[in-house]
């Protein structure tokens, strides 16, 4: 049996802010030697991709709609990149920026 992960907790250790538009764009520093979880938000919706080395999102990728919360485990080192919704039913493709807090 798994062990429970408290999501949202822990202490913030940097706040990393990064601009999307239509292609993918990623975050300039990797995520620092303590940081097991991320905290997510952006002003418009974009697609994300965590990983190692450098990383590329694309609109099949995980969805985050505008203005909502998500934590994210993560590993040390790891980087994240992020591109604009796709336009559908939903939503309006915009650029936006994604704010990336890491927890430790």
Not at 32 to 51: D, I, K, P
């Amino acid at each position: 049996m798994g062990g429970k992960v408290d999501l949202g907790h822990g202490r913030v250790l940097t706040v990393q802010t990064l601009q999307f538009a239509a292609a993918s764009a990623q975050a300039a520093a990797p995520f620092g030697a303590q940081t097991f979880q991320v905290r997510l938000v952006a002003n418009a919706a974009c697609h994300y991709r965590v990983g190692s080395g450098s990383v590329t999102a694309t609109t099949g990728d995980v969805f985050l709609p505008a203005n909502w919360v998500e934590y994210v485990m993560v590993n040390p080192g790891e980087s994240i990149a992020a591109i604009e919704a796709a336009t559908n039913g939903l939503v309006t493709a915009t650029a936006g920026t994604l704010w990336i807090t890491e927890l430790g």
